[in-house]
């Protein structure tokens, strides 16, 4: 059975660095795209990128680029997630979710809440 | 980018009814359109990928259809467990941009 499990909800304040991460399981990590969509509070569903574990090629919606840092372990089947820096216009859902093209499976979602 | 702009964004229906969603793209596509399904709290879940095909274990009273530029979801006859928010989204070009969402709630 394939799985997508999150890491839990994170509180922080701005300029603080955050990881967050995508643990797989139930399929082979290497063969597909893994990638990262976050919903602000409220609102509808945003791409913020995508990964190849097999090589980590990555790529980044140009709005969110240079924001965040997108990786992958595949000795432990991990996609993550990282900010450097943190801002109040981070907080959101980040959901994880495994690409065949469409999205045919996903996390159960992570809180990332910003706050001072 | 390609831009998604769905309508209705927000659509109040019977138990019952027919209801379809329409998605229209800034520029055509090859079919990569897929349709998912989201309730409050939870994470996105998929119903319709290719822009036709059925998810395994998705009910049939979903469908969907299209091509280019315009495609649609229909749900043939609302269940009460399809009040939901509902999204489409191309896969064709990254970023696969998603639609605004259309919130299907009970009349």
């Known amino acids: 059975e394939v799985q997508l499990v999150q890491s839990g909800a994170e509180v922080k304040k701005p300029g603080e660095s955050l990881k967050i991460s995508c643990e797989a399981s139930?399929?082979?990590?290497?063969?597909?795209?893994i990638g990262w969509v976050r919903q602000m509070p409220g609102t509808g569903l945003e791409w913020v990128g995508i990964?190849?574990?097999?090589?980590?090629?990555?790529r980044y919606n140009p709005s969110i680029q240079g924001q965040v840092t997108i990786s992958a372990d595949k000795s432990i089947n991990t996609a993550y997630l990282q900010w450097s820096s943190l801002k109040a216009s981070d907080t959101a859902i980040y959901y994880c979710t495994r690409l065949y093209g469409s999205c045919h499976y996903w996390g159960q979602g992570t809180q990332v809440t910003v706050s001072s | 980018d390609i831009q998604m702009t769905q309508s209705p964004s927000s659509l109040s229906a019977y138990v019952g009814d027919r209801v379809t969603i329409t998605c229209r793209a800034s520029q055509s596509f090859s079919n990569w359109l897929a349709w998912y399904q989201q309730k409050p709290g939870k994470a996105p879940k998929l119903l319709i990928y290719?822009?036709?095909t059925l998810e395994s274990g998705v009910p049939s009273r979903f469908s969907g259809s299209g091509s280019g530029a315009e495609f649609t979801l229909t749900i043939s006859s609302l269940q009460p467990d399809d009040f939901a928010t509902y999204y489409c989204?191309?896969?064709?070009?990254?970023?696969?941009?998603f639609g605004q969402g259309t919130k299907l709630e009970i009349k």
């Open positions: 290719e822009a036709s």
């Open positions: 139930g399929y082979s990590f290497t063969n597909y795209w």
């Open positions: 989204q191309q896969y064709d070009n990254f970023p696969y941009t």
């Open positions: 990964i190849y574990p097999r090589d980590s090629d990555t």
